[in-house]
C-alpha cells in the first residue's frame, strides 16, 4: 500500500561493459499498464487547458517593411489599449529587438522583453528610455555604456555564442547559438522560453532603396 519509488521503464536490455565486468541489466517495470496512461491523456486534453509549450509571441524587427505592417503588428496583438482584465486569456509575448523598442512604446505597444545583443556603446540610446514593465534581455557582450543606461531597469543578461564568451563565462552556462543578428538569437531565446508559434515583423535583413531601419 501507499506511494513509494518505483523504477522508469526501459525495456530489458544488456550495456556494455569493461572486460572482465558484467554487464547491467534492466528489466522493464512500470507502476500501471499503456492503457491507463492512455486514457489518462484522453481525459487530460478533453480538459482543453493551454499547453505549456504552444504560446504565441511576436518578435520585432527594424527592417524597413515595419513600417508598411504597423496595423497588422497591432492585429496581431491584440487589443493593447484595452483594460488587462478584458485582454484576451492567450495574449502573445511581445519582444522587441533594439531600436524596436522605441517605435513600439511611441505607438502604445509595450513589449514584454527588448533583446540588445550588439557590441557597440552607440546602442546605449536604444534602451535610455527604458520602461519599467519591460524585462530587458542584454548579452553580455553589450557595451558598457548599455548596462549603465539601464540602471534602474529590470535586467537580465545571457551569453551570445562566441568563442571569447565560451572561454569566459562560468562552465555549463548556455550559450546562445544563432546567425550574426540579433533577430535570430531571439529566436532561439524565445523557443527556450517555452514558445512554440512565432510571428516575425521587420526581419528583412536587407536594405529597401537607402532605408535599412523603420525609424531613424
Keep these: 500500500g501507499g506511494f513509494g519509488p518505483r523504477p522508469f ?47 504565441p509571441c511576436v518578435i520585432v524587427g527594424g527592417g524597413p517593411s515595419l513600417a508598411d505592417y504597423e496595423k497588422e503588428l497591432k492585429d496581431c496583438i491584440g487589443h493593447m489599449d484595452a483594460p488587462e482584465s478584458i485582454r484576451p ?57 548599455v548596462f549603465d543606461a539601464l540602471k534602474g531597469a529590470n535586467v537580465k543578461i545571457w551569453h551570445a555564442h562566441s568563442n571569447a564568451a565560451a572561454s569566459l563565462v562560468p562552465k555549463g552556462t548556455p550559450l546562445v547559438t544563432g546567425a550574426g543578428t540579433v ?10 522560453m517555452g514558445l512554440r508559434q512565432f510571428h516575425m515583423f521587420g526581419a528583412d535583413s536587407s536594405y529597401r532603396d537607402a532605408t535599412h531601419h523603420a525609424f531613424k
Excluded at 496512461?37 to 482543453?48: F, G, M, P, Q, V
Excluded at 505597444?109 to 519599467?132: L, T
Excluded at 533577430?183 to 527556450?192: E, G, K, Y
Aim: proline share 7%.
Design 89 to 145: 486569456r492567450y495574449s502573445k509575448t511581445i519582444f522587441a529587438l533594439n531600436n524596436t523598442h522605441d517605435w513600439l512604446i511611441e505607438r502604445k505597444i509595450i513589449p514584454d522583453y527588448c533583446v540588445v545583443m550588439d557590441a557597440r556603446p552607440q546602442n546605449a540610446d536604444f534602451v535610455r528610455r527604458w520602461h519599467p514593465k519591460v524585462i530587458y534581455l542584454i548579452a553580455s557582450q553589450a557595451a558598457p555604456q
Design 183 to 192: 533577430i535570430s538569437r531571439a529566436v532561439h531565446i524565445a523557443f527556450d
Design 9 to 55: 521503464s526501459f525495456g530489458h536490455f544488456m550495456t556494455q561493459a569493461p572486460e572482465g565486468m558484467r554487464p547491467a541489466e534492466f528489466e522493464r517495470t512500470v507502476n500501471v499498464d499503456d492503457g491507463v496512461i492512455a486514457d489518462n491523456i484522453t481525459s487530460a486534453l478533453e480538459r482543453d487547458l493551454p499547453p505549456l509549450w504552444d504560446r
